[in-house]
T-cell receptor, first 114, second 109 residues
Framework: GAGVSQSPSNKVTEKGKDVELRCDPI?????LYWYRQSLGQGLEFLIY????????KSGLPSDRFSAERTGGSVSTLTIQRTQQEDSAVYLC????????????FGQGTRLTVV | AQRVTQPEKLLSVFKGAPVELKCNYS??????LFWYVQYSRQRLQLLLR??SRESIKGFTADLNKGETSFHLKKPFAQEEDSAMYYC???????????FGTGTRLQVFP
């Protein structure tokens, strides 16, 4: 694929259920970012990966949120016991190398917790 | 800590008017600043970065380290400039990329 791909595009889940959001970065990109986009909150940083390592997890809102990246490629963001305040658009981005680079964004996953 | 502030949530202008979207940052190291844009129903994309010192779609932004600002400017706004604009901060010693809360630009005909 030519760009960053996220799946699913939309997810509606019941409060209390677990969800997994997937991100396929551009091939060869070493850095991968997760953000949460909420109305009025802008783009909230969640976590980033350099290869398979996550040097900075400080943005994860609670211990219900976790993320992993395998093979330096696909990443999964997992939200356990979802709450209504988790409803947002979750964006993934990747960039080709360290420092001063352009981040390429996916189309996002719109999560709605009912 | 890295921090980006965009004080305006909404900026409305008429076509042909000058535009300035404000961005201030806080960072202890050597900063790298970006402007990203999200047009309606499109992905977030890079508009320009300070290191390139280029003008994209008529927009320019100058890094002012004294005022810790990176304001986005365009002398004559066009209707197609209507979009959400995000200022972003990275650094030469970090891979972390932080975004502001964004400013919605509305350009009326």
């Amino acid at each position: 694929g030519a760009g960053v791909s996220q799946s699913p595009s939309n997810k509606v889940t019941e409060k209390g259920k677990d969800v997994e959001l997937r991100c396929d970065p551009i091939s060869g990109h070493t850095a991968l970012y997760w953000y949460r986009q909420s109305l009025g909150q802008g783009l909230e940083f969640l976590i980033y990966f350099q290869g398979n390592s996550a040097p900075d997890k400080s943005g994860l809102p609670s211990d219900r949120f976790s993320a992993e990246r395998t093979g330096g490629s696909v990443s999964t963001l997992t939200i356990q016991r979802t709450q209504q305040e988790d409803s947002a658009v979750y964006l993934c981005a990747s960039s080709p190398h360290r420092d001063r680079t352009e981040a390429f964004f996916g189309q996002g996953t719109r999560l709605t917790v009912v | 800590a890295q921090r980006v502030t965009q004080p305006e949530k909404l900026l409305s202008v008429f076509k042909g008017a000058p535009v300035e979207l404000k961005c201030n940052y806080s960072y202890s190291g050597s900063p790298e600043l970006f402007w990203y844009v999200q047009y309606s129903r499109q992905r977030l994309q890079l508009l320009l970065r300070h290191i390139s010192r280029e003008s994209i779609k008529g927009f320019t932004a100058d890094l002012n380290k004294g005022e810790t600002s990176f304001h986005l400017k365009k002398p004559f706004a066009q209707e197609e400039d209507s979009a959400m604009y995000y200022c972003a901060l990275g650094g030469y010693n970090t891979d972390k990329l932080i975004f502001g809360t964004g400013t919605r630009l509305q350009v009326f005909p």
